[in-house]
C-alpha cells in the first residue's frame, strides 16, 4: 500500500482500534501537534493533561450538585420529622388540623397555606387558612381530577382554583402545590416564587407528608 492510498481515514481507524501504539512510539507521541479552538497548538500530552482537568472539573461540578441536593434532602427529612412530632403530640382533631397548618407555616417556611376539610365537622377556629365546605359544594367541581388521582399537583394553578384557595392573596402566588388528605380533604400551598413549585419535581416528600396528615386527622377524628 503506498503512502497515497493510507488515508487519515485508515490511520484514524487504526489508531482507535490500537489505543496503546503510541505507547511504543514515545517519540511519535511528543511530536504530535494537537491544533487547539483558539488557533494555538500544543502537544498530545499537553492536550490529553487539558482532557482530564476539563473531565475533573465537570465531575467535582457533580459532586457539588450531588452534596447539595443531600444536604437539601437531610433538612426536609428534619422538617418531615418536626411535622411528625407535632401530629403525635395532637391529641383531638382541631389540634391535629391546627399542628398542620403550624407546621406547614414554621417548619416549612411556606408563604401561604390553605387547610381544606370536605364534609367534616365544623371546628370552632376562625382562621384564613382553614377552608371548612360541604362535600357537594360546587366550587370542588374544579378540583374532582386531582382528588380523583389521589397524588400531589405541583406548578402553576388556574386562577379560579387559586381564588377559591387563597382569595385576595390569589395575586401573591407565582406557583402552587396540592396535596391530597385522603377523606379529609386536600391542602393548598402557594408560594411567591415561580420556581418554588413546578411539574417536574420530586413528589416523594410530598406524598409522605400527604400521608401523615392523613393518618393523624384519621387517628383524631
Known amino acids: 500500500m503506498t503512502d497515497i492510498e493510507l488515508s487519515a481515514e485508515r490511520v484514524a481507524s487504526y489508531l482507535r482500534r490500537n489505543p496503546s501504539f503510541l505507547s511504543d512510539f514515545p517519540d511519535l507521541a511528543l511530536a504530535m501537534v494537537i491544533p487547539r479552538h483558539a488557533g494555538a497548538?500544543?502537544?498530545?500530552?499537553?492536550?490529553?493533561?487539558?482532557v482530564l482537568r476539563e473531565k475533573n472539573g465537570a465531575l467535582?461540578?457533580?459532586?457539588?450538585?450531588?452534596?447539595?441536593?443531600?444536604?437539601?434532602?437531610?433538612?426536609?427529612?428534619?422538617?418531615?420529622?418536626?411535622?411528625?412530632?407535632?401530629?403525635?403530640?395532637?391529641?383531638?382533631?382541631?389540634?391535629?388540623?391546627?399542628?398542620?397548618?403550624?407546621?406547614l407555616r414554621e417548619d416549612f417556611h411556606t408563604d401561604l397555606v390553605r387547610v381544606c376539610?370536605?364534609?367534616?365537622?365544623?371546628?370552632?377556629i376562625h382562621e384564613p387558612w382553614l377552608l371548612q365546605i360541604g362535600a357537594d359544594a360546587q366550587p370542588l367541581g374544579q378540583f374532582a381530577d386531582f382528588r380523583g388521582k389521589g397524588e400531589p399537583l405541583c406548578g402553576r394553578l388556574r386562577q379560579e382554583k387559586l381564588d377559591f384557595?387563597?382569595?385576595?392573596?390569589?395575586?401573591?402566588?407565582?406557583?402552587?402545590?396540592?396535596?391530597?388528605?385522603?377523606?379529609?380533604?386536600?391542602?393548598?400551598?402557594?408560594?411567591?416564587?415561580?420556581?418554588?413549585?413546578?411539574?417536574?419535581m420530586g413528589t416523594v416528600f410530598l406524598r409522605q407528608i400527604a400521608e401523615l396528615i392523613d393518618t393523624a386527622l384519621a387517628s383524631a377524628a
Open 165 to 200: 384557595l387563597f382569595g385576595d392573596l390569589a395575586g401573591e402566588v407565582s406557583s402552587a402545590v396540592l396535596l391530597p388528605v385522603g377523606q379529609f380533604g386536600f391542602l393548598g400551598i402557594g408560594s411567591a416564587d415561580p420556581n418554588r413549585f413546578h411539574p417536574g
Open 117 to 124: 376539610l370536605i364534609g367534616a365537622p365544623v371546628l370552632d
Open 60 to 103: 467535582a461540578q457533580r459532586l457539588r450538585e450531588l452534596s447539595e441536593v443531600a444536604q437539601d434532602n437531610e433538612a426536609l427529612i428534619g422538617r418531615v420529622h418536626q411535622l411528625s412530632l407535632r401530629l403525635l403530640r395532637a391529641r383531638r382533631f382541631a389540634d391535629t388540623v391546627l399542628a398542620v397548618a403550624a407546621s
Open 41 to 50: 497548538a500544543t502537544s498530545l500530552t499537553s492536550y490529553q493533561l487539558d
